[in-house]
Each structure stands twice: as structure tokens, then as C-alpha cells.
């Protein structure tokens, strides 16, 4: 009925604060209890001025839910300015943010995920497997090692093998390549890609 009458389903600005009345008068009296839920946000340097505007705005509420935030950037431009900052968040914001520090991974927490990972996804890896399994982990990235779980797995199914194996892990890693290897394969044949921007620059200066 809503496509047709044209409702969006949008709560109206007095419904909402009808409501907001309401549950704070329950809570006074003690027949309700705010239980502030959860609110995640994943790569929130894509996030722009006016939705940090509004975050900003909403964490000034009795209603505002627990708000976690994870980037991966550094300094980097806050989208729909020209400003830099921390993480592309404003400093306002990020001011008051409690920011939790990361580190890498150490070769036996590595080995550790690598485990779980392979008892969740119902995978026999032998401990040499494991073990060149947390190398790549260490070399190249946790994902990519990650990656190659399941790979190796149907490699090892296809040699009707009871565990996966070493050589099992190497063959997937000849058939894939890590970004490091990537990288050097652009590189050494850049002259060979469509609108190379190296080539573009060779062009360039060549005339």
C-alpha cells in the first residue's frame, strides 16, 4: 500500500519526538530501561562533511547508540573538502573518539588464525601445511594466506589426499599471485598494458 499511496515509511519529525517523550517519562518512572545498541562503521574515511556532521550531532543524545569506527587511512583528505586529517575524520569528531591503537600480527598469532580458520571452514591441514601456510602469512598478507585454504584444500580433494599437504599449498601459490608479486609483474611489464600511466609519462618525456 505504501508504493501506491506514496509513503516512504519515514518516522515524521513529531511521531519521533512523540516517542522520545514517551520512553523518557517510562524511564523516569522506571518502567523502561535504555539499553544503547551498537552502531559499526567500516571504512569510514568514505564518509563525507555532512555525514560526520551528523554523527557528530547524534552522539549528543541520550538515545545514541555505542558508535565504532574503522579505517584503514592515514592522513588523508576529509571527503567534500580540501582539509586533511587523521583518518579522513574531522578533528571535532575524532577529538572524541577513544582511538584504539593497532599492531601486526606476530608469527604465532598468525599460526593461530590460521588454525581457526582452517577448523571453521572443516579443512585437514597437516602442521607442515600449517606451518608454510603462517610463512606466506608472515611474507605476504594474512588474507592471501587465508585465500589459499580453501584452494589448497580442493587441490588436495582432487589427489583424493586425506590432509592438505605442502605441495598442495605450493601448487595454489604458482596458480595465484600475492599483491607483491603483482606488483612486480605490472612493473616489468608495464610497456604491455593499456593506458599505462608509466607509459604515459614515458611519452612525455620522450618528447
Not at 85 to 110: F, N
Not at 161 to 185: C, H, M, N
Request: glycine share 4%; proline share 4%.
Amino acid at each position: 500500500m505504501a508504493l501506491f499511496s506514496g509513503d516512504t515509511g519515514e518516522i515524521k519529525p513529531e511521531v519521533r519526538e512523540q516517542i522520545n517523550i514517551k520512553v523518557a517519562e517510562w524511564r523516569e518512572e522506571g518502567k523502561a530501561e535504555i539499553v544503547p545498541g551498537v552502531l559499526f562503521i567500516d571504512e569510514v574515511h568514505m564518509l563525507d562533511i555532512e555525514c560526520f556532521s551528523f554523527l557528530n550531532q547524534s552522539m549528543e543524545s541520550d538515545l545514541s547508540p555505542i558508535l565504532i569506527m574503522a579505517s584503514n587511512r592515514g592522513i588523508t583528505k576529509i571527503r567534500g573538502t580540501d582539509q586533511e586529517s587523521p583518518h579522513g575524520i574531522p578533528i571535532d569528531l575524532l577529538d572524541r573518539l577513544l582511538i584504539i591503537p593497532t599492531v601486526p600480527y606476530s608469527k604465532e598469532e598468525i599460526h593461530q588464525i590460521l588454525k581457526i580458520r582452517c577448523d571453521e571452514e572443516d579443512v585437514e591441514m597437516s602442521a607442515e601445511g600449517l606451518d608454510v601456510l603462517t610463512k606466506m602469512g608472515v611474507d605476504t598478507s594474512l588474507r592471501y594466506a587465508i585465500q589459499m585454504i580453501t584452494s589448497s584444500a580442493l587441490v588436495c580433494a582432487q589427489r583424493k589426499g586425506s590432509d592438505v599437504q605442502p605441495q598442495d599449498i605450493a601448487k595454489v601459490y604458482s596458480l595465484f599471485v600475492d599483491v607483491q608479486r603483482s606488483t612486480e609483474f605490472l612493473k616489468e611489464y608495464t610497456d604491455s598494458f593499456m593506458f599505462s600511466e608509466r607509459q604515459d609519462v614515458q611519452m612525455k618525456d620522450s618528447e
